[in-house]
């Protein structure tokens, strides 16, 4: 069975080599391809974006995928869509792999909102000192704020506009509570801004910021795309793409 995994994502990574020897599930990987140098799965890859929903479908039907993984970030929304489009027009099942959400406990200090924009007027608001951790293409909605000095911290360098004060930290996670906590109090910072994207790799940052007690904005994930099934862990895709094999291969006996 041909499957096209989504990837990008430590989850996508994991079911990648999770499935690698298995003989009945055949899986190449595809990444956007903007990370400059990015943590390749197991198995085949290719790199690079399709064309939109109108050249995936083309690719779908030209490689004869027979089961499409989307488990690419929760802000991933362009190629959700696309992936959602096209395998409604292709026929072909769409599995979702989402991390669950991060959720607040009670000595979390959390203002929740639902955009970027919305977070960049949240932070010329309440902040002087903001650590951003909302990767590289959304730092140019903060570009307009005078006020406040800002700790930009991406894999790659970020895309666009940076606001007037700032210091860009280019690091790639997981990331260690201890050295979070220490990367705050050297920078002075008040507010923390953050994308609800879930997941181990960076959650240290809100530990630290619960130590601290440095409010977090933090900005909700857009309305999920469908899909066929859905499922927050990896072990679950893998359980519903093997039962999905055996029945295909028992439907062609």
Do not use: Y
Request: hydrophobic share 45%.
């Amino acid at each position: 069975m041909k499957i096209l995994l989504l990837g990008g994502t430590s989850e996508a990574r994991s079911l990648a080599a999770d499935v690698a020897d298995d003989p009945l599930l055949d899986v190449v990987s595809s990444l956007a391809g903007r990370v400059h140098d990015p943590q390749l799965p197991a198995g085949a890859t290719r790199v690079g974006g399709f064309g939109g929903a109108t050249g995936l479908t083309q690719w779908l039907e030209r490689e004869c995928v027979d089961v499409v993984v989307d488990a690419t970030h929760p802000f991933a929304t362009s190629i959700s869509a696309n992936a959602h489009q096209a395998s409604r027009a292709t026929g072909t099942p769409l599995v979702r792999l989402v991390r669950p959400a991060w959720t607040p406990s009670t000595e979390d200090r959390w203002v929740r909102v639902r955009s970027v924009s919305q977070a960049a007027e949240t932070v010329e608001r309440l902040s002087r000192r903001s650590f951003l951790t909302i990767g590289r293409q959304n730092v140019g909605a903060f570009a307009w704020i005078e006020r406040t000095w800002f700790l930009v911290r991406s894999i790659d360098p970020p895309t666009g506009a940076l606001p007037p004060h700032h210091e860009v930290l280019l690091a790639r996670g997981p990331f260690a509570e201890a050295d979070e906590i220490e990367l705050m109090k050297a920078h002075r910072i008040d507010t923390m801004v953050t994308k609800n994207s879930g997941g181990a790799m960076t959650d240290a940052k809100l530990a630290a910021a619960r130590r601290l007690g440095v409010p977090v904005v933090m900005i909700d994930r857009p309305r999920e795309a469908g899909a066929d099934f859905s499922a927050g862990t990896v072990g679950a895709v893998v359980d519903w793409l093997r039962a999905h094999a055996h029945v295909r291969g028992n439907d062609a006996r």
